[in-house]
């Protein structure tokens, strides 16, 4: 904690885990919402969240409360109820809360998986690969918190700052000086190729032309999970290489035999079944 302290004071920046003693309580309320089927109860999600916020100690805060098929809340009115809930909390706590609200049908960005979505935010933060959906979410949530923390009230000019903060390599270089200080190997972020690799990569392509309709995050995200990237038991150990990297996204346009991701894979048995289900999860309209 001291560690923590220090570096937050030294260069402005340092990132923690939870700890058993933050909010305590959380984590029974949150097993016994399991155990009776309330993990969607929106008193008790707001409760849950907040309780964490106002332990750590911060008296300004922005929320990201998304919403759609890989979301808890699946609707924007019960994203807009669950975040006027959290505010009225903050408020009561005596914190300055503002919400921003992010769509997630289909996954945010193109990678999903714990290496791959390192590299890409790596890419993002070097300025190489800025997918325009993620580039919006960033950009929202930091030009609101730019404001909350007094130095900036115009919301664009605060998003000009930002992309010029990437552009000339300062925000990279302050992600770089954060991994360093706290024991991590920069070399990884100045060659993303020294990341472990999954044993097996498989490119799946479309079958038809026409254009894509849908990518269902949650199913993307349960078969992102099945192939290691998650847990599908508690006891389960997470497969940081394993995943899925989209080439195309909602509304992109595909012909017959054009990849449209590409599965990440340690186990061949199971790089194979995702391959199958990656065709159904992806809709393409014949229209083009």
Known sequence: MEQFKEYVHKIGISMIGQTANLAPADKKIYALR???SCV????????????????A???????????????????????????DKMEKLGALANLEVKSVFTPMDEPIGYAVGNTLEMIEAIHFLKGNHMPEDL????LEIGSQMIKLAGHGENIEENKMKMLETIKNGTAFQKFKQMVQNQGG?????????????AKYKIEVTSKKSGTIQEINAEEIGKLACYLGAGRVKKEDKIDMAAGIVLNKKVGDKVMQNDIIATIYANHKEKADLATEKIEYIFKISPKT
Request: aromatic letters at 6%; hydrophobic letters at 45%; a negative charge.
């Open 34 to 36: 399991d155990a009776i």
């Open 40 to 55: 969607d109860n929106i008193p008790l999600i707001a409760s849950s969240i907040m309780s964490k916020k106002i332990a």
């Open 57 to 83: 100690g911060a008296n300004k805060i922005v929320l990201e409360v998304t919403y759609g098929k890989g979301a808890f809340m699946k609707n924007l009115e019960d994203a807009k109820l669950l975040a």
């Open 135 to 138: 580039k919006n979410i960033v």
């Open 185 to 197: 190997d920069s070399s990884y972020l100045e060659d993303t190729g020294k990341f472990e690799q």
